[in-house]
């Protein structure tokens, strides 16, 4: 089956921005919908971005998403940076065979 | 909106078997596929397998075969997450996550997560 990458952690300040990706080992990026979770220490996954680069209710437009086909890889893009921010981001996609999550991100915001 | 409660934690020795469970309130639960994800200490998320609630059609991640089964209740709108036999190795929080859209279309995109249910095997 095919994996997801995604850098091991990430940091940056409070008020930036930063990107998270998500590069699919195999297969076309855009054949199955991204969806993009976040874990806080201590809690349960929620979700930030599903279907690519939609928002649940309640998630801040601050949060996005993209699919880049030329690199194949989807990201997470998190503009003005609270500490609340400071979690585990796992993108996550499917196909026939099953259901892949990428490895996590750690985030954090110093 | 359905939030879904799983059972609580649990300390087994190896070779015990373990059914944990996974109960949706709102509306019509029954009508979702429900996935059991496992986080080993430390680690990232892993698919076991997904299954619905209103036949008990599953799908199965190859790795976990053998190891553990999948079942619901709809009426009791409760999905279950089962081992026979087990193993230390088991040890993990295991969450449940239900598939955003309802009925018997296969679509793994989550939407609601359990609060997870922390299995300890040790002897």
């Known amino acids: 089956n095919f994996m997801l990458s995604q850098p091991h952690s990430v940091s940056e300040s409070p008020g930036k921005t930063i990107t998270i990706s998500c590069t699919r080992s195999s297969g076309t990026v855009a054949d199955n919908y991204v969806q993009w979770y976040q874990q806080r220490p201590g809690g349960s996954p929620t979700t930030v971005i599903y279907e690519d680069n939609e928002r649940p209710s309640g998630v801040p437009d601050r949060f996005s998403g993209s699919i880049d086909v030329s690199s194949n890889s989807a990201s997470l893009t998190i503009s003005g940076l609270m500490t609340e921010d400071e979690a585990d981001y796992y993108c996550?996609?499917?196909?026939?065979?099953?259901?892949?999550f990428g490895g996590g991100t750690k985030l954090t915001v110093l | 909106e359905v939030h879904l409660v799983q059972s609580g934690a649990v300390v087994k020795k190896p070779g015990d078997s373990l059914r944990i469970s996974c109960k949706g309130s709102g509306h019509s639960f029954s009508s979702y596929w429900v996935a059991w994800v496992r986080q080993l200490p430390g680690k990232g998320l892993e698919w076991m397998g997904s299954v619905y609630l209103g036949d008990s059609d599953t799908r199965n991640n190859p790795s976990f075969r053998g190891q553990v089964t999948l079942s619901a209740d709809k009426s009791l709108d409760v999905a279950y997450l089962q081992w026979d036999s087990l193993e230390a190795s088991d040890s993990a929080i295991y969450y449940c996550?239900?598939?955003?859209?309802?009925?018997?279309?296969?679509?793994?995109?989550?939407?609601?997560w359990g609060q997870g249910t922390l299995v300890t095997v040790s002897s």
């Open positions: 996550q996609s499917f196909d026939a065979r099953g259901v892949v």
């Open positions: 996550a239900k598939q955003a859209s309802p009925g018997a279309y296969y679509l793994p995109l989550f939407d609601s």
